[in-house]
């Protein structure tokens, strides 16, 4: 099923993250010279987004932001804020987004950041549980690691690759 270029640009919008970035089954791309321990936070934070957000918990979600992230959706403003970001992910919940997955492609750690590159599917639902369309596409997540240790998604943004229909 193809999706019209309004819903495409919806599900880019709101699907993000995020992110394990890695989809079940598929388990998580090799590292690529980061510690060990850095990576293994990494995918923990990304399990708990993705198991978050699939319950239609976007509050808890968006947890794995620092306080003062950004993130750049398509055809969007930016969502600055932890706060603004659940709002922004409660919204793709509440149109019907779910079954989000992730993939990690790339990671690499650059002493207290790490970027993380990889590609995304999800569903949009109707409000009868139906699957109105699809989407996939990739991203990039720069992540910081807190004073304390902790790894928190610090930028993020996607897009989708999915082609626009023309006129819609």
Do not use: C
């Not at 369309?133 to 990739?138: I, L």
């Amino acid at each position: 099923m193809t999706v019209s270029r309004p819903i495409a640009a919806l599900l880019v919008a709101l699907m993000f993250a995020t992110p394990t970035r890695a989809v079940r089954g598929q388990g998580p791309a090799k590292p690529t010279g980061e510690p060990a321990s850095a990576r293994s936070a990494i995918d923990a934070a990304n399990t708990r987004f993705i198991d978050q957000f699939n319950k239609g918990d976007a509050a808890e979600a968006a947890k794995v932001y620092t306080s003062d992230a950004i993130l750049m959706p398509p055809n969007g403003a930016p969502v600055k804020g932890q706060s603004a970001i659940a709002e922004f992910w409660t919204g793709g919940w509440k149109a019907g987004i779910r079954n989000v997955k992730l993939a990690t492609t790339e990671f690499a750690v650059h002493g207290n950041y790490a970027h993380e590159l990889g590609t995304y599917e999800l569903e949009v639902h109707k409000p009868d549980g139906t699957v109105a369309g699809r989407d996939h596409g990739k991203y990039m997540v720069l992540w910081k690691r807190a004073p304390g240790g902790e790894w928190h998604w610090y930028r993020d943004i996607y897009n989708s690759s999915v082609a626009a229909t023309p006129g819609k």
